[in-house]
């Protein structure tokens, strides 16, 4: 296809699809016009690749998950189908500016971070290598809050993303299934039978997730809830016009909004209707197409590879074993025995109060039936392992990792440490029972967004210097190694550094009306606002560095801007106050005329991942500081290693990956390990003794506690400061001086610009290996046991 074809498809698009003369459009107009004709060009690939999934009779993978972080999808399907340059220049032609047109698209927020975005990833990946398979999820109609600040403190709005047509979405009102929910179950010949006392249906809507250069495409299919039936005519006939709406109103409420906690805030009746409407809906499609191409469903686990993406969607084992037992007749341990064939479960956390647990009279109240299979699950798993200590059942609730980690064939975490320590703590005892059930599959990103889409002058320079086939193969990125040592190559890549720190401070001074020295060091932090992932110690060690400086303002220091991003669940008061405290130590240390050459801090409102991808190609440092043991894995820090920029960092999830192929001389460790964690824990005082022994983090706690950020209020940070010094479960204070120290020699090494930029530049080299494409083809050999249906890329 041309640029000449492009154009009169966005110009028909425009007339008969918009209705809208071109003299009259808006960007919104362009956009979506652009955006069908786009579309269009992912069809035949995408139809391709149903039929070719069909003629193999093969299996295929179906990835459940509560989230899909996919954010824009226009410059997506743009890159992956290469049309980068004729996409310009029909806007151009058109009289609008390429990028405001991308950026009238908005942000599909339809998850958290680090999981919804890995979902998100792994569709883009399983589409490149021609992995047949679906995504199943919920389509909200509220993805996550947007954040602002109002006196640096964080207030949450609605997001409305379906305010406009969504461009991507094909409805499909034929694709309808009922889900019940309630009643009660009752013997009828000695067969259970659930007579649920509500139905709410679940309607498809698909999504083509197309791979690189649309070789191949799949389907993210998600579920919207709405009424059986949608309007009481006979209230509204009465004039009770409210009540006439109300069973549509209340069926919606089901897919109305995503529960904005990144760890489990169990317990909310709504959140396990969501996790099971989307999860038996998904369940029902299933077994429909498996079973319009096959007889016999025993055979189900050959045909079918269901991926858990953490227990949200755990109810999918008791409900296969109700399709396949209470609906089809099969008998119950064979169904049982079917269903884990076919399941597979990857655990997130290991934080113990992260890991799901349902009230057994609230399982009871809106799933009878499913807990009295569950119950059936952990009766026969006792008798199998008569000295087990490890129950789905225990103290009144159902503990949803258990039930999964039961009913999986396979369970993987989602690091190398990661895994060692599922293996030794959250499942010590069902890893005993079944050693050769758990899997590590290392987290990875796909390089279509994260280098190509969002970093075009590295993916330039990349093209130039190794031709182009790492797009698909990322580990060739280490054919770049021996040019870190060719004076052109590193002023090039320095350039292209350069020029992404150019755009950020413009958008920065433009959006936010921050002026920032792009020569500066740019250090970002960008995640979930989380007590362990340790934002408060980054903005301590900020307050200790403007100390530093004014005692000393003509000391060589090293210009640093503190980017700080993401957001808080809102219920987190204590996350809460930490951005706070960042929004204000950054107005303080902003107007400080004695530090401001030298260090600034920046906070702009409502991450996501649009922000990520300006955010991530301009750093030059990468914090990785959580304290270790806490983070399953992050990804984060390899979207920063890809773009060159080094970590700073703890033995944490990937980082400890990411360190070992960087090399440790290009990595910036500090702090204790998880082992150490643990048992510094036990020492009575040990926050007290390592504040004692720091005369900066003292005098930085101090500030905080006396005012001198809060315009002398000592309450407002009350709470961090207490906590800090006297429990301090996640040791920042023992890891302090540490961080400090490191913080030092990042500093030394910043001042050596080759020195860094060779750093940059093999941290680029060295991280092929965390590509998404190779966690999918992990995944497929070791866990879904599935081949490829299309041969390598070979351009
Ligand atoms: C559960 C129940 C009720 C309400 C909310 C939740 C909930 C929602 C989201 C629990 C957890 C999450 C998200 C977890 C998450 O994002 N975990 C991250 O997963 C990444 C991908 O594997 C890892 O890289 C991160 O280390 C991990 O924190």
Avoid at 213 to 239: I, K, M, P, S, Y
Avoid at 665 to 690: D, I, K, Y
Wanted: hydrophobic residues 40%; charged residues 25%.
């Amino acid at each position: 296809m041309t640029h000449a074809d492009l154009r009169s498809d966005t110009l028909r698009h425009l007339e008969f699809s918009l209705g809208k003369d071109l003299p009259h459009a808006h960007v919104y107009d362009v956009r979506m016009a652009l955006s069908l004709a786009v579309r269009d060009r992912i069809i035949t690939p995408w139809f391709a690749s149903t039929r070719a999934a069909y003629a193999a009779r093969g299996k295929r993978v179906y990835y459940l998950s509560m989230e899909f972080l996919i954010g824009r999808l226009l410059e997506d399907a743009i890159v992956n189908l290469g049309l980068m340059d004729e996409a310009r220049a029909v806007c151009e032609s058109c009289g609008f500016d390429f990028a405001t047109v991308l950026a009238n698209e908005p942000d599909a927020a339809l998850g958290n971070g680090g999981l919804g975005r890995l979902a998100a990833c792994f569709l883009d990946s399983m589409s490149t290598l021609g992995c047949p398979g679906h995504g199943y999820g919920i389509r909200y109609e509220h993805g996550l809050f947007q954040q602002r600040f109002e006196d640096g403190v964080q207030i949450e709005e609605p997001e409305e993303w379906l305010r406009q047509k969504h461009a991507w979405e094909f409805e499909r009102p034929e694709v309808m299934y009922g889900i019940a929910f309630g009643g009660h179950v009752r013997d009828h010949d000695g067969r259970r039978v659930w007579e649920p006392d509500e139905q709410v249906l679940a309607k498809a809507h698909d999504t083509p997730v197309i791979g690189w250069r649309g070789r191949w495409a799949n389907t993210l299919r998600l579920w919207g809830a709405e009424a059986v039936h949608g309007f009481d005519l006979a209230a509204f006939n009465r004039g009770d016009y409210m009540g006439a709406t109300a069973p549509e109103a209340l069926a919606r409420t089901i897919s109305r909004v995503l529960y904005p906690d990144d760890t489990s805030d169990a317990g909310k009746e709504l959140r396990l209707r969501q996790e099971y409407f989307f999860t038996a809906a998904s369940l029902r499609d299933i077994l429909r197409r498996f079973c319009g191409e096959h007889e016999d469903l025993a055979a189900l686990p050959r045909h079918v590879a269901i991926q858990l993406n953490d227990t949200h969607p755990a109810i999918a084992g008791p409900e296969l074993i109700r399709l396949l037992h209470d609906e089809h007749g099969m008998d119950f341990d064979t169904a049982e025995d079917t269903a884990r064939g076919c399941l597979g479960y990857t655990n997130h956390t290991l934080m113990p109060e992260a890991l799901e647990r349902w009230p057994e009279w609230l399982m009871d109240r809106v799933l009878p039936r499913h807990l009295e299979i569950i119950g059936r699950i952990d009766e026969g798993h006792a008798r199998a392992h008569p000295h087990r200590n490890a129950h789905i059942l225990s103290d009144g609730n159902v503990n949803m990792g258990e039930l999964s980690f039961i009913m999986a064939h396979k369970v993987n975490g989602v690091s190398a440490l990661h895994t060692d320590l599922v293996k030794d703590t959250v499942f010590a005892e069902l890893h005993r029972l079944h050693p050769d059930r758990i899997v590590n599959q290392t987290n990875g990103v796909t390089p279509r967004r994260w280098i190509v889409a969002a970093n075009p002058a590295l993916r330039k320079l990349v093209g130039d210097t190794i031709g182009p086939r790492w797009v698909s193969d990322l580990e060739r990125l280490s054919e770049l190694e021996p040019h870190v040592d060719d004076a052109g190559f590193m002023d090039a890549y320095a350039a292209a550094k350069r020029t992404n720190k150019e755009a950020l401070a413009r958008w920065l001074r433009e959006t936010q009306g921050v002026t920032v020295n792009p020569a500066a060091m740019f250090d970002i932090q960008i995640k979930r606002i989380h007590e362990y992932k340790r934002q408060h110690m980054n903005i301590l060690e900020t307050i200790a560095l403007w100390n530093a400086i004014r005692e000393d303002p003509n000391g060589e220091w090293t210009p640093r801007v503190k980017i700080f991003g993401g957001k808080a669940a809102p219920g987190y008061v204590l996350a809460k106050e930490i951005i706070h405290l960042i929004n204000d130590v950054g107005r303080v240390i902003n107007a400080d005329p004695v530090t401001r050459d030298w260090l600034q801090v920046v906070y702009p409102p409502n991450y996501n991942v649009t922000m990520a991808e300006r955010l991530i190609p301009a750093a030059d440092l990468s914090e990785q500081i959580s304290t270790a043991g806490k983070e399953a894995s992050g990804t984060g820090n390899m979207k920063f290693a890809m773009n060159g920029a080094p970590t700073i960092g703890t033995l944490d999830g990937a980082n400890v990956e990411i360190r070992e192929r960087v090399g440790a001389e290009n990595f910036f460790l500090f702090g204790m390990t998880a082992p150490e964690v643990v048992a510094r824990r036990t020492v009575e005082g040990h926050a007290a003794q390592a504040i004692d022994a720091s005369p900066r983090l003292a005098q930085a706690l101090e500030q905080v506690a006396s005012g001198v950020f809060s315009d002398g209020d000592t309450d407002r940070y009350r709470g961090v400061v207490d906590n800090l010094r006297h429990h301090d479960f996640f040791v920042v204070c023992s890891d302090f001086d540490g961080y400090w120290d490191a913080q030092r020699r990042v500093d030394a090494a910043f001042r050596d610009p080759a020195g860094w930029m060779r750093m940059a530049a093999l941290n680029t080299a060295r991280s092929g290996w965390f590509s998404s494409d190779r966690t999918i083809r992990g995944y497929m050999a070791e866990v879904w046991d599935i081949a490829p249906l299309i041969a390598p890329a070979s351009d």
